[in-house]
Each structure stands twice: as structure tokens, then as C-alpha cells.
């Protein structure tokens, strides 16, 4: 076993958070080792409990291929990163913090999420999304700045088994046998018939210390909204997003149905969106988007320029998949152009208020199906160009806008990779080799798509033509 010189401290610091966590859970039998990726869900590996010292000294291990892993879990030969050069393994190293009890497991378990090392340089895999992120926010802490960061994640509780077509069914309302067949938007009664899977969510999300906040039900049927509370990290605020969606799945389940985080899985419904509020805090913690007026101060000014100007180089980390793209439709709710207005839903980046500790922008391009580690890097990428490039956002749209006058957010994923791959912008977001294998993934996963020949075409063609 390697001696891991670079990540003593953390290894250290985890060691001890196990000891304490076996103290407190002496029946522990079982430990899931959680890993994000590019897309898809999250990987991993299940260890007995007398091997949480072993995760503590280094000594479990996962492919780096994993990183790279498409949505259907198999590796994309193009990226040369699996059996192409031998398929070597890398060193799970825990995230400080994140080991926590499983609520809904049938025996004692614990989680913890991991990043991966490299073997023989004892760095991190400059791949890991995790990783990236890091290294973005360290562009702020190097100005003496810290991103503040919440997310919102709209999805839908849908039915365990599928339509006779694949597609996904609404749930029934629990304690009967009618479906939800009707807008729900801020429905009370609705949230009272699902109060035990949204109550045992919340619950869930305070064992895992998870800053569950508001919950509403939105459009679609069967469809809600969790809002997280804001942290001084953009790295703990993407890890809670990306396990509170675990938390949703899994309570789902238990309770006999299931949830999907797909941006629309249902052509005549509201997609569901990925919002991000965003604000920076200066070295005495106070907040720089903050003014003194209802317009926005030059810091925050700067920073919405930026993110409109980075907006379509990294709408693939925004919109990563073919579903992605079926969301962004005209009068949806979600976004079709590069704009950006105070407190007005139709933008892409919403500024709900100027002035005081609650100075901030709202980012809401993305779909529910996007990578919080790649979507926040994103954004604070765009917000760090912008500063340092003092961009300008242009006039605020108002109700009476002329959207046709702004750049259109594209509605081809083929285009938003092809942009992506050929941006220098992008690039700048964390490395030249994990922006040209990110495009290659897309691309792998495109071309499944594009080659793949559905009912519904021959239903349409193979008779008619």
C-alpha cells in the first residue's frame, strides 16, 4: 500500500471521524463507497465495517475509467482511458464530513463519498468533477472571496413501473388508486396526500445533514420542489445536492414508488430545473454583490456580464443529455435566451435582490439531470471571467422584452457539444484534457442517440413512405 504523503491531513482527519462515528454506531455492518462521475449515477462499492480503517489508510481502490463511465455505465473507448492503457485503478480518498448513517437501509449502514487519487503521483484525478470544482473556487479564495452557494431541484415522484411504451406514468396519490392527473402548482392538498415521503425526505436529510429548506409542489403532476439551504462552499453545496437526490430516490422507493430527475419526461408537462443562488463574500464576510440601490452594484454587474458570456460555450455542462434539450422550449419556464432581469422568471439569470445579506443571482439554465460539480464550476467560472473582464450585461430584460434580440440558448445537443469542444472560454474552466474527454463523452453519448432508430419512427415511416 502506497504511503499517501499528500493526503495525510485528510486521511487523518477522516480517522478520527470513524473512530468517533463506530463509537456511536457499534451495530454498523455495512459502508457504501459513493463516487460522481461526468453523468449518470452515482458508482461506488459496498465494504464491510471493519474495513472503514482500511478506506481511512488509502487502501480502496476504483478504476479512474469510472470518471469517464457513460450513462448506461459502460466505459467510451474514445476517452483511451480504460483497457486502452490498461485500466488502472485509483485510491478512494473520503471526503472529510460526509460519512453518515443510511436511514433507509435494511441493515446498519453507513455512506461516504469519495474523490480518486492517482497511485503514482498521489494527486488528484484532474478529471474528477469534485476535483474541478475545487480548483475553480480556489480562483475566488486566491482574491480573498468565497462563493456562497444554494441549489433547487424540481423533480417528479413518478409510478415504480413504466407506461406499456416506456414512458413514465404519474404516481397515484398515496392511500388511493387515482393518479395525479392535474397542475399542482403551490396545491396544499396535494402536499398534504404526500406529507409522509416528503416528511420522511426531510427527516432523511437531517440524519445525512443535508440543509433541506422550502418544499413546494410545482406544475407538473407528481412534480416538487426542494430547496437547499446556502453554504460558504460551492464544493458542500454540490455534495449536498448530489446525495439530497439520492435522499429522494431512495425514500421514493420505500414508499412504493419512484422519482425521475430527467429535465422532461413528459412532452406536456414543465421540465424540471436546476436553479443555483450565488453570492461572493468578501474577507470580513461581507457580501460585495450587495448595494446600495435597487440596480445592481458593479461587482454584481460584472459578474451576471460574465456568466452571459460563458452561457453558451458551457451550456453542455448545463444541458448534458438528449432530454436536456426537450426542456428548453419557449414559454416553459425555462430559459431560451442569453438575459437577465431582476427578480423575472423568464431570465436565465435572475437577480432576486440587491442590497443586504441576501444580494444574490439565480442561475437557471440548467436541468435537474446536470452535474451540480460541473454546473456550479460553470457558473463560478462565468462569474470569475466576468470580474476579471468587468464584463458588461447589457439592460435587464422587463415584461415587454423583445427576446428575439438576444442570443438564443441552443436547442441542439449536437451543436451545444460541437461549441463546447471548440471553446477556448471553456477551457479555461479547469484543464485542456478534461475539457476534450468531457466533449468526447457527449459526443459517445450523442451518437448512441442519433444512431438509435425509435418506435415512434417506424410508426411514422414504415408504412407511410
Keep these: 500500500m502506497p504511503t499517501l504523503t499528500a493526503v495525510q491531513p485528510q486521511l487523518e482527519q477522516f480517522r478520527l471521524e470513524a473512530d468517533a462515528f463506530l463509537k456511536q454506531h457499534p451495530d454498523l455492518e455495512k459502508i457504501e463507497v459513493l ?31 469510472t470518471v469517464a463511465l457513460d450513462v448506461w455505465g459502460i466505459d467510451v473507448p474514445a ?25 433507509w437501509a435494511k441493515v446498519p449502514t453507513a455512506q461516504i463519498l469519495v474523490t480518486l487519487f492517482e497511485i503514482e503521483d498521489q494527486k488528484p484525478n484532474p478529471l474528477d468533477p469534485r476535483y474541478i470544482l475545487e480548483t475553480v473556487e480556489k480562483k475566488f479564495q486566491s482574491k480573498g472571496l468565497t462563493p456562497v452557494v444554494a441549489t433547487e431541484l424540481e423533480f417528479y415522484f413518478i409510478d415504480i413501473e413504466s407506461g406499456p411504451t416506456g414512458l413514465p406514468l404519474p404516481p397515484y396519490i398515496p392511500g388511493t388508486n387515482q393518479r395525479l392527473e392535474a397542475s399542482q402548482i403551490y396545491d396544499l392538498d396535494i402536499m398534504a396526500q404526500f406529507e409522509p415521503i416528503l416528511m420522511e425526505i426531510n427527516q432523511a436529510c437531517k440524519i445525512q445533514d ?4 422550502t418544499t413546494i409542489s410545482e406544475f407538473g403532476h407528481g412534480q416538487f420542489e426542494i430547496n437547499l439551504l446556502h453554504v460558504p462552499s460551492a464544493v458542500e453545496a454540490a455534495d449536498h445536492c448530489l446525495l439530497f437526490k439520492r435522499v429522494v430516490r431512495h425514500i421514493a422507493r420505500k414508499h412504493g414508488m419512484d422519482v425521475t430527475f430527467m429535465s422532461k419526461p413528459y412532452a406536456e408537462e414543465t421540465g424540471s430545473g436546476f436553479h443555483v443562488h450565488t453570492s461572493l463574500l468578501d474577507a470580513e464576510g461581507t457580501n460585495v454583490f450587495s448595494g446600495t440601490t435597487e440596480e445592481a452594484n458593479p461587482t454584481l454587474s460584472n459578474a451576471i456580464g460574465g456568466l452571459l458570456d460563458t452561457m453558451l460555450d458551457m451550456q453542455v455542462l448545463f444541458a448534458p443529455h438528449a432530454n436536456s434539450y426537450r426542456r428548453l422550449q419557449p414559454g416553459s419556464y425555462a430559459p431560451i435566451t442569453c438575459c437577465w432581469g431582476y427578480d423575472h422568471r423568464a431570465a436565465a439569470i435572475r437577480v432576486p435582490a440587491t442590497h443586504g445579506k441576501g444580494a ?6 440548467s436541468g435537474a439531470d446536470a452535474n451540480p460539480y460541473l454546473v456550479v464550476s460553470a457558473i463560478l467560472e462565468g462569474i470569475h471571467q466576468g470580474l476579471e473582464n468587468q464584463s458588461n450585461p447589457g439592460i435587464p430584460i422587463t415584461p415587454e422584452a423583445d427576446l428575439t434580440q438576444y442570443d438564443h440558448l441552443t436547442g441542439n445537443w449536437e451543436v451545444a457539444i ?48
Design 210 to 213: 443535508i440543509p433541506a429548506d
Design 360 to 365: 444574490r443571482l439565480e442561475h437557471r439554465v
Design 79 to 103: 476517452t483511451g482511458l480504460a483497457i486502452e492503457r490498461g485500466d488502472p485503478d485509483g485510491i478512494c480518498i473520503p471526503v472529510p464530513g460526509t460519512l453518515k448513517p443510511v436511514p
Design 35 to 65: 463516487y460522481a462521475g461526468f453523468c449518470g449515477p452515482l458508482r461506488g462499492k459496498w465494504l464491510p465495517a471493519e474495513m472503514l480503517h482500511k478506506l481511512a489508510e488509502g487502501g480502496v481502490r476504483l478504476p479512474l475509467s
Design 418 to 465: 460541437q461549441r463546447w469542444s471548440q471553446s477556448e472560454t471553456a477551457k479555461q474552466m479547469s484543464t485542456a484534457e478534461f475539457h476534450r474527454l468531457y466533449g468526447i463523452s457527449r459526443k459517445a453519448e450523442y451518437d448512441v442517440f442519433a444512431t438509435t432508430i425509435t418506435g415512434f419512427e417506424c410508426q411514422t415511416y414504415a408504412k407511410k413512405v
